[in-house]
Structure formats: C-alpha cells, structure tokens
C-alpha cells in the first residue's frame, strides 16, 4: 500500500513538472532552451502530414510556426517578438533555416521567443514583411460581411 501511495505521489509530481515547463515559471530564465528547425506554414504541413483542413488562406493566413529536425510543430507565441515572425510567411514560408532561444510549452506546443535567427532574413525585413501582411489581412477582414468567411488571400 506504501508503495502504491508512493508511486502516485511520484507520478504526480512528475507530470505537475513536465506540465508547467516554462509555464508559470517566475522565472523563465531558469527553463530557456535553443531549438533549431525551420519556419513553415503550420496549417499547410499539417495538411501534408495529416491532411488537416486547415484552410490557410481564408483563417490563418499561413501563419508562420517552427519545425524541429525530430518533424515536431510548434506554434509560436503571438506577442511583441512573435508577432512579425508569424504573420511575414512571403518572406519566410520557403522552409528558411531558423534558430529560435525561448521556452517551450510542450502540452500546448507552443514555443516562446526571447531571440531568433533566421538564415539570410533580417529582422528589420521580418518586421517590414510582418507590418504588410497585418495591413492586408486588416484590409480583407474589414470587408467581411456577417456570416461569411474573409476573402481568400494568396494561393500557394
């Protein structure tokens, strides 16, 4: 009986653990990891992979996240240091080599950035790219009637 209430206890401790990795940490510095992938389209390669409907260009439109070596999909958190790198998929959609130091949020897999490299980008023409699809994509949805889905964007 001991032992069962052990290994609970056990068990509990390590998924409370693996759960809250880089989560409600008040310090983040502590669980910071670098990974090294590529930026793809997410709705677009789970629709190769899996054959999600993901409807990219009316919903998403291509909304850039990360692709680790291993095949895994990441979502990139949409704030001050995410943003640019999610909407500029013109500039980045094209597979473009990344290294990306941030947490990860693997129950939710989503990945955080404190800093990014990307392959032959540079921030300022992420920034740029970024700034360009947000006013398109303000344009389209301004448009939209009750009821229908946004205009279709750019077709891959």
């Known amino acids: 009986m001991l032992k069962k209430i052990a290994f609970a206890l056990s068990a509990l401790v390590f998924t409370a653990s693996v759960a809250l990795a880089g989560g409600w940490d008040t310090d983040k510095g502590l669980d ?8 793809v389209c997410v709705g677009c390669s789970m629709k190769k992979m899996s054959g999600a409907n993901a409807q990219c260009n009316l919903f998403a439109h291509h909304a850039i996240g990360f692709k680790t070596a291993d095949g895994l999909l990441w979502s990139i958190v949409d704030n001050e240091k995410g943003h640019d790198i999610i909407r500029a998929h013109r500039l980045l959609e094209k597979g473009k080599k990344a290294s990306i130091t941030g947490w990860i949020y693997p129950a939710a897999h989503f990945v955080e950035i404190d800093s990014i490299e990307v392959e032959g ?5 992420i920034q740029v790219a970024g700034l360009e699809e947000d006013q398109l994509i303000a344009k389209r949805l301004a448009s939209r009637k009750l009821g229908e889905a946004p205009t279709e964007a750019h077709e891959h």
């Open 32 to 39: 910071k990891v670098t990974l090294k992938g590529e930026l």
């Open 121 to 125: 980008v540079t921030m300022k023409e």
